[in-house]
T-cell receptor, first 112, second 111 residues
Framework: GENVEQHPSTLSVQEGDSAVIKCTYSDSASNYFPWYKQELGKRPQLIID?????GEKKDQRIAVTLNKTAKHFSLHITETQPEDSAVYFC???????????FGSGTQLTVLP | SAVISQKPSRDICQRGTSLTIQCQVDSQVTMMFWYRQQPGQSLTLIAT?????????ESGFVIDKFPISRPNLTFSTLTVSNLSPEDSSIYLC????????FGSGTRLTVV
């Protein structure tokens, strides 16, 4: 089955700096890659996703890149703010309505 | 995206008992997914629930421990049976159509 690895497990950045979280996946049939933000005690919230026919997608301060050949994808957050502090999960799926396999998560802390 | 109502939000249960978690979706969906999130950990898929057929369980999860019902296209239940302290986790339902969304989660504590 699919295996998703996520790095780093913790990341601290100064407010205003950029943060990058990286994930690799094992199953070349995976074609949908969402990113979730989970604040303490809350449900995971989808923040951005990308499909395998696209190499990059951007939404304001957040961007995701996908390298299908290398089977890795990354989340980029620019101009970080304290409210970006949360756990971020990457995931992979073989379709947008199929089950997700999650990475292990990254605790992002933005220092004011 | 779909809106999911999940309940209960939390419960404290005695070992050996069972807890049934309900998820109601505001639109018809083909598949519903049940995940477990142990404290400080990632989300692990328990099973996929299709309407009108048996749920499909992931490795390490069995129907006797986690029976699932899916009576229609908007509703599903997950029961965690014969509870032990190791079952203390957050349980979440999810749907993938029109963007993946999660229910608010059920925090289960087994004492």
């Amino acid at each position: 089955g699919e295996n998703v690895e996520q790095h780093p497990s913790t990341l601290s950045v100064q407010e205003g700096d950029s943060a990058v979280i990286k994930c690799t996946y094992s199953d070349s049939a995976s074609n949908y890659f969402p990113w979730y933000k989970q604040e303490l005690g809350k449900r995971p919230q989808l923040i951005i996703d990308i499909r395998s026919n696209v190499g990059e997608k951007k939404d304001q301060r957040i961007a995701v890149t996908l390298n299908k050949t290398a089977k890795h994808f990354s989340l980029h957050i620019t101009e970080t703010q304290p409210e970006d502090s949360a756990v971020y999960f990457c995931a992979a799926s073989k379709g947008s309505a199929r089950q997700l396999t999650f990475g292990s998560g990254t605790q992002l802390t933005v220092l004011p | 995206s779909a809106v999911i109502s999940q309940k209960p939000s939390r419960d404290i249960c005695q070992r050996g008992t069972s807890l049934t978690i309900q998820c109601q979706v505001d639109s018809q969906v083909t598949m519903m997914f049940w995940y477990r999130q142990q404290p400080g950990q990632s989300l692990t898929l328990i099973a996929t629930a299709n309407q009108g057929s048996e749920a499909t369980y992931e490795s390490g999860f069995v129907i006797d421990k986690f029976p699932i019902s899916r009576p229609n296209l908007t509703f599903s239940t997950l029961t965690v049976s014969n509870l032990s302290p190791e079952d203390s986790s957050i349980y979440l339902c999810s749907v993938g159509e029109n963007g993946y969304t999660f229910g608010s989660g059920t925090r289960l504590t087994v004492v």
